[in-house]
């Protein structure tokens, strides 16, 4: 985890209400966002891949319907 010199503000009841950091450690908080972002768009999931994996047995809202009556 990166460090960064940090000042919290705070308001008439101590509560935090904003950080103050650096311009140098805000544009490199930037960059590491930006890289992050950029390999999640590549790693971008598709979920079709499992559609009719799982055979059902009941209808999923009866199921709910029942699983949910058992909490009462």
Not at 35 to 55: D, E, M, P, R, T
Request: aromatic share 10%.
């Amino acid at each position: 985890m990166l460090h960064f010199k940090k000042k919290i503000v705070t308001d008439e009841a101590m509560h935090p209400v904003a950080v103050l950091i650096d311009y140098q450690d805000w544009q490199q908080i930037e960059k590491i966002l930006e890289a992050h972002q950029s390999q999640q768009q590549q790693q971008k999931f598709n979920l079709n891949q499992y559609a009719g994996v799982i055979q059902l047995t009941q209808d999923p809202l009866e199921y709910q319907q029942q699983i949910r009556d058992e909490w009462c």
